[in-house]
């Protein structure tokens, strides 16, 4: 069992950086693929970004690629989200997933666990 634990949300303007963290319990995280994912009010939840369980792999959303930077830690059990340029339409609640694989991909359904989210806003 991993439990995952997000942080770092909040309130921003257009433009500006936030970076979120992951923390994940457990001794089993590095065996993990990690992923971000979004939902915003009326919409699905949405792939952010996710990075193989060595972080020698990542993959992006087109909407964030170039602007969001996913990375991990295994010796603190924690992966993170660097958000850059930041947008309005960036604005949700960003959960963190792990898949008990070696890579996943854009599908909520190739996870097994799951945050409880932290929310982002970004104001114009």
């Known amino acids: 069992q991993v439990q995952l634990v997000e942080s770092g949300g909040g309130l921003v303007q257009a433009g500006g950086s936030l970076r979120l963290s992951c923390a994940a319990s457990g001794r089993t995280f590095s065996r993990n693929a990690m992923g971000w994912f979004r939902q915003a009010p009326g919409k699905e939840r949405e792939f952010v970004g996710a990075i193989s369980r060595d972080g020698g792999y990542r993959i992006y959303a087109d909407s964030v690629k170039g602007r969001f930077t996913i990375s991990r830690d295994n010796a603190k059990n924690t992966v993170y989200l660097e958000m850059n340029s930041l947008k309005p339409e960036d604005t949700a609640v960003y959960y963190c997933?792990?898949?008990?694989?070696?890579?996943?991909?854009?599908?909520?359904?190739?996870?097994?666990?799951w945050g409880q989210g932290t929310q982002v806003t970004v104001s114009s």
């Open positions: 997933a792990a898949a008990r694989t070696v890579v996943a991909g854009t599908s909520v359904g190739e996870y097994d666990y």
